[in-house]
């Protein structure tokens, strides 16, 4: 079978298998421009990225129009560069980010949707803002006036058993609940983006409404 058909094939298997309410993002690190146009072809409208060198060669040379989310972890120096493709910012972890992000929107005239990258594995994850610390961010980010907060990603801690992965998603879900609860001003909480190719399935049990797959879609890198 050719590359382009067995993607095809597995995104649609996939989107068989996920509740109509959850997004499916394909995680495009170190994918080609042709595999990415597949899974597009095959119905994903929502795609990831790691790095903004790589995405930057990659983005503008796809024949297709669709969701671009950032979703490794961003320098500050690299905000505006990421402004330029990425329509939302899914990887926040500090308010000098933030404050870089609503500098250069202002610059550019756009707007920004970001989620708070949580490190809810704490021990074995390097990015993202431990849980500890997501609320002062959440306040802080709510009196920015373009770059808007509208969920949360987590990682969990890589095991290779999903099982061991619910007790973070289930953390990062109640503080996802807690925010939402708060009814922060320029705060909508929508997105809650948990579970990669080996989680997914648990992470959509504890109630994640997004879904970042690579390996299951693209197979291995
Ligand atoms: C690579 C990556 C994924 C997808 O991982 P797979 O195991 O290949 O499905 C999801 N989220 C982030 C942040 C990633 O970097």
Same mark, same amino acid.
């Given at each position: 079978m050719e590359k382009s058909d067995k993607i095809s094939s597995k995104v649609k298997e996939l989107l068989k298998t996920i509740p109509p309410h959850v997004t499916l993002l394909a995680a495009?690190?170190?994918?080609?421009v042709e595999e990415v146009e597949a899974a597009f072809d095959s119905g994903i409208r929502h795609f990831g990225h790691n790095y903004v060198q790589e995405a930057q060669e990659m983005i503008p040379n796809v024949g297709f129009n669709a969701h671009w989310h950032m979703i490794g972890h961003l320098q500050r120096n690299k905000a505006g560069q990421a402004l330029e493709i990425f329509d939302y910012i899914d990887s926040l972890d500090s308010l000098k980010l933030a404050l870089a992000l609503e500098k250069r929107c202002q610059q550019l005239d756009r707007q920004v949707e970001v989620l708070i990258e949580v490190n809810s594995g704490l021990e074995e994850e390097k990015t993202g803002l431990p849980s500890s610390e997501v609320e002062s961010l959440a306040h802080e980010l709510s009196s920015l006036s373009r770059v808007h907060l509208v969920g949360l990603m987590t990682m969990g801690p890589f095991t290779g058993n999903p099982e061991l992965a619910r007790p973070y998603f289930v953390k990062t879900r109640t503080l996802f609940d807690y925010l939402e609860s %708060?009814? %922060?001003?320029?705060?909508?909480?929508r997105v809650l983006s948990m579970g990669m190719s080996n989680s997914y399935r648990v992470a959509i049990e504890e109630g994640a409404n997004m879904v970042r797959i690579g390996t299951l879609l693209f197979g291995p890198r």
């Open positions: 495009a690190k170190s994918r080609t %708060l009814h %922060l001003p320029n705060t909508r909480m």
